[in-house]
């Protein structure tokens, strides 16, 4: 794991969140 670019990886793993966040948000509104 890249632990010398801490900064890197968070911003990193913002990102991914933010996606599950989006892919989330699709499966509850076509739900809805």
């Given at each position: 794991l890249a632990?010398?670019?801490p900064e890197?990886?968070?911003d990193n793993v913002?990102?991914?969140?933010?996606?599950i966040v989006k892919k989330?948000?699709?499966n509850l509104t076509?739900?809805?």
């Open positions: 632990t010398h670019k890197l990886l968070a913002t990102k991914e969140l933010e996606e989330a948000q699709r076509s739900s809805a």
